[in-house]
């Protein structure tokens, strides 16, 4: 900002687009989510990041058997999950596993290779309730897809939460930092990742480092984003990489997730639920998954 307290136009990230869900689809029985991407055909906008699906919020009925996804295996990159509303339970071919609740973050590196089960918490299904979470894919260089795998519990109490200025709502660093707080996450390559609650009438601006793609979804409510762009519930706003502000001003109490990372530039080679740089290391990944190389749950 100036001494105005404006901000210089060459600053404001340019916007690429508002998308809709591209896709809307059921992982396992239990979580029933809609793409923002790749199904938008965002793939270079969006780098390091390789997918977003938004699950529910939906509610689930009492049941003794938990609902989710069963063992299946992942390589090249990361999944990471917040969850909103619900319980998660998680186990992998590492031996880690873990719970997560509202404001909880799962932060799984696949790397080299991992397999694992994703299911809705036993306690949680018995009772029944809400379901409301993301899955975000983070890519990782080519340096690091066979590094070893990983798993980082982030729980709502090791995540930073900056109340912002005038009551105007909270902002939790989950990864990268705002305004000098740093989030708890592990990354391999520079990224941001915040849980915004924007209330009402409000706003806020974010100083994103430079030269990132960065993109924010509205979870719920509905937000004008520099002045000129509007999103509303599961719409995502996708920027451009110049520049390093974006202004957030919230037309309904809003939950908004803002991304930005350092672009990869690398080929992308993407079978389901591996992404490598090329088609042989999609056969190799299948390969070794087959071979048991890459673990099974105890
Ligand atoms: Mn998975």
């Known amino acids: 900002m100036n001494q105005q307290g404006t901000i210089a136009t060459s600053a404001i990230k340019d916007i690429v687009g508002v998308y809709q869900p591209g896709s809307a689809y059921m992982v396992g ?162 990224v941001e990742l915040y849980d915004l609650q924007l209330n009402k009438g409000q706003h806020v601006q974010l100083d994103l480092p430079g030269g990132q793609n960065s993109s924010i979804l509205v979870l719920q409510g509905r937000a004008t984003v520099n002045g000129s762009r509007e999103a509303g519930e599961a719409e995502l706003i996708v920027f451009k990489r110049n520049g390093s502000v974006v202004t957030v001003e919230a037309r309904e109490d809003s939950r908004i997730l803002v991304m930005s990372g350092e672009p990869i530039e690398e080929p992308i080679a993407r079978y389901g639920p591996f992404v490598m740089n090329t088609k042989a290391e999609l056969i190799q990944a299948v390969q070794d998954y087959q071979a048991g190389k890459m673990g099974h749950l105890s």
């Open 29 to 190: 029985d239990g979580f029933p989510v809609r793409n923002l991407f790749p199904s938008n055909e965002l793939d270079r906008e969006v780098s390091p990041f390789l997918m977003l699906d938004y699950a529910g919020p939906q509610h689930f009925p009492p049941t003794d058997h938990p609902r989710g996804v069963g063992e299946h295996p992942h390589r090249g990159f990361e999944t990471v999950t917040i969850v909103y509303e619900g319980v998660v339970a998680h186990r992998d071919s590492t031996g880690s596993g873990g719970v997560i609740g509202p404001g909880d973050v799962q932060w799984m590196t696949a790397a080299s290779g991992i397999v694992h089960e994703e299911f809705h918490e036993k306690e949680f299904a018995k009772k029944g309730g809400t379901l409301h979470a993301i899955q975000l894919w983070v890519n990782l260089p080519k340096a690091s897809k066979m590094s070893a795998p990983g798993y980082q519990t982030i729980l709502n109490g090791d995540i930073p939460a900056i109340e912002l200025e005038g009551g105007a709502g909270r902002l939790r660093v989950i990864a990268g930092s705002f305004r000098g707080r740093k989030g708890p996450a592990h990354t391999f390559t520079p």
